[in-house]
């Protein structure tokens, strides 16, 4: 591929790893709609190193404050909210760890869901369980008042993610508001567990990538990683600002739009539309 789309790739990626509207999805739906080339392994390591770069950055304090909380928990028998907090995102990361194997060894993923036809049917119905959930919420508690079965169950509804078009970031802070979290509590929590929910599967692929003989472009794959990193920054930031004032419906009317407009695609018989870049 070339510069632009790359850029274009990792802004997406930037902004959709922790918006509620599936990074998967637009990760995939540009090479299907657009006729792009697939992106290959290293670019899609490298923007998810992007977007883990900005969730660091964003919660470098909590994520120091929760490490040490949690050292200090294990060898010290310290028990802290903040290692409480540790302990909750280790937790609620195991069900994703554990389908993810499956679901890598099988290949489910790249032989059964890799589709537009999937791809529209779950934008459609995550977008329809977030606007309930929202409006069903009661609100009323952080992230640091999880329980171990709150906890369980986000953590499993994060699994779901694995199908493409679910969305990472839609499903658990789907999941967390029907816990009762807040919209805000929910969103941190969820930009907090993706931190192992990227670092797993990135080493995974980054291990598949150095074990291969495939031609790296390390200047198309700085520059994918560098531009994820800004777009998710800022998503992150201004999300947060902005979520209590603006709510999820925004984004569940995009999903909603979104989907009908595959549907259609779907039904009109169009595989792609051909686009020269250079």
Request: charged share 15%; net charge negative.
């Given at each position: 591929m070339d510069w632009l789309?790359?850029?274009?790739?990792?802004?997406?990626?930037?902004?959709?790893?922790f918006l509620p509207i599936s990074s998967s999805a637009h990760l995939i739906l540009p090479?299907?709609?657009?006729c792009w080339a697939e992106q290959?392994?290293?670019?899609?390591?490298?923007?998810?190193v992007g977007s883990l770069i900005a969730v660091l950055i964003y919660f470098r304090k909590e994520v120091v404050d929760m490490v040490v909380a949690w050292f200090a928990w294990v060898f010290k028998g310290e028990k802290s909210a903040d290692g409480r907090l540790a302990w909750a995102v280790i937790w609620g990361t195991i069900p994703v760890g554990l389908v993810g194997i499956v679901f890598s060894h099988f290949k489910i993923v790249d032989n059964y869901l890799r589709t537009t036809e999937v791809i529209a049917a779950t934008t459609i119905i995550f977008a329809l369980v977030l606007w309930w959930a929202d409006n069903q919420a009661k609100q009323a508690r952080d992230e640091h008042s999880l329980?171990?079965?709150d906890i369980l169950f986000i953590g499993c509804a994060q699994a779901l993610a694995l199908i493409p078009g679910t969305s990472r970031s839609g499903i658990t802070m789907t999941a967390a508001l029907m816990m009762g979290l807040t919209r805000t509590a929910a969103a941190r929590f969820s930009f907090l567990l993706?931190?192992?929910?990227?670092?797993?599967?990135?080493?995974?692929?980054?291990?598949?990538?150095?074990?291969?003989?495939?031609?790296?472009?390390?200047?198309?794959i700085a520059l994918g990683a560098g531009v994820s990193a800004i777009a998710a920054l800022t998503c992150i930031h201004y999300f947060l600002i902005l979520l209590d004032k603006i709510g999820f419906k925004p984004f569940i009317y995009y999903?909603?739009?979104?989907?009908?407009?595959?549907?259609v695609m779907i039904l009109m018989g169009s595989s792609?539309?051909?686009?020269?870049m250079s």
């Open positions: 789309q790359a850029v274009l790739l990792a802004i997406l990626q930037g902004l959709t790893e090479s299907q709609i657009l290959g392994l290293a670019f899609d390591v490298a923007v998810h329980k171990v079965k993706s931190i192992p929910a990227i670092i797993l599967p990135g080493g995974l692929k980054s291990y598949e990538l150095a074990s291969g003989d495939t031609a790296v472009d390390w200047g198309l999903r909603l739009l979104l989907g009908v407009a595959l549907i792609c539309i051909e686009v020269g």
